[in-house]
């Protein structure tokens, strides 16, 4: 519900005892920089006549509609052309147009008119956009206003997991409090979110909708990281391996080189021996 704030009025007259037509409450929607015409008529004019009253709840206190600036240029009664005919016409809709105004005739006599003006038309997605993230880590989930600069009215992230449903921004509920907020302060049409320290619980649907717009749905998919110990146990082995690789290597350009150095001295004394082993034969000859 709306918050009633200041009453404006514009005031002429028509035919008293006239019995407004219509619903006594309406909504209409429009975006900003549209037209709306708030329907109102008195289809049975009476002789005697009686104020008339348009007003809209936006403020505090009440001021006149005629002389009111923010509405300077941009509103038109059709009185004049057709008594019966008591609809108000506000053009160059603005975020701050939004609010209850009401057509009345006398205390009991009156219609309300719900307008909601979307200051952020959400950039559509066709289809529902998968996201797929570790746990421990932080994921953003993309939404934002066709217009950067727009600021949205009722922004609402949802969360729905096993057919339960939490509203999880702005209000913080169950697991996501404290670990969720909008990525960007500077930009009011960026209505990104932030969630921090994933866990497999966060798996399931986000939905982010602004006032009277159609939602956003992303599917956020959590899958489990590989443990810390089984990681630095893995790591271990590794190196391990490695070191153990550089000691076969080291031992063979050892072993090698001793079987060089060994074998040249073992050469030498065969050849020392056996030249004295011939000078002995010829001896004995």
């Not at 057919?163 to 913080?172: C, G, M, R, T």
Request: hydrophobic residues 30%; positive net charge.
């Amino acid at each position: 519900m709306m918050k009633c704030l200041y009453l404006v009025s514009v005031v002429f007259h028509v035919a008293a005892g006239c019995a407004l037509s219509g619903d006594k409450l309406t909504e209409i929607t429009r975006h900003k920089g549209d037209s709306a015409l708030l329907p109102c008529s008195c289809p049975h004019l009476n002789t005697k006549t009686q104020k008339l009253t348009w007003g809209i709840y936006r403020t505090g206190r009440p001021t006149e509609m005629l002389n009111d600036k923010h509405y300077s240029g941009r509103f038109q009664l059709f009185n004049n052309i057709s008594p019966d005919n008591l609809s108000l016409l506000i053009s160059d809709l603005r975020v701050e147009d939004q609010g209850i105004y009401r057509c009345s005739t006398g205390p009991q006599k009156y219609r309300e008119i719900y307008l909601y003006v979307n200051g952020c038309e959400l950039v559509k997605k066709t289809e529902v956009e998968h996201v797929t993230v570790f746990t421990g880590e932080s994921v953003v989930l993309p939404c934002s206003c066709t217009d950067i600069q727009d600021k949205p009215q009722g922004l609402k992230w949802e969360f729905t997991r096993n057919n339960q449903y939490q509203e999880i921004y702005p209000k913080q509920t169950g697991r996501h409090r404290n670990r969720v907020k909008l990525v960007s302060n500077n930009s009011p049409g960026n209505l990104s979110l932030l969630i921090s320290h994933l866990t497999e619980e966060d798996q399931g649907d986000y939905r982010c909708s602004v006032q009277n717009n159609p939602k956003i749905t992303l599917y956020v998919k959590v899958n489990r990281r590989e443990t810390s110990t089984n990681t630095n146990r893995h790591q271990h082995f590794t190196i391990l391996g490695i070191l153990v690789g550089l000691l076969l290597v080291i031992a063979g350009i050892v072993a090698f080189i001793c079987w060089r150095h060994r074998g040249g001295k073992c050469g030498e004394k065969m050849i020392t021996e056996g030249c004295q082993d011939c000078k002995e034969k010829q001896n004995d000859q």
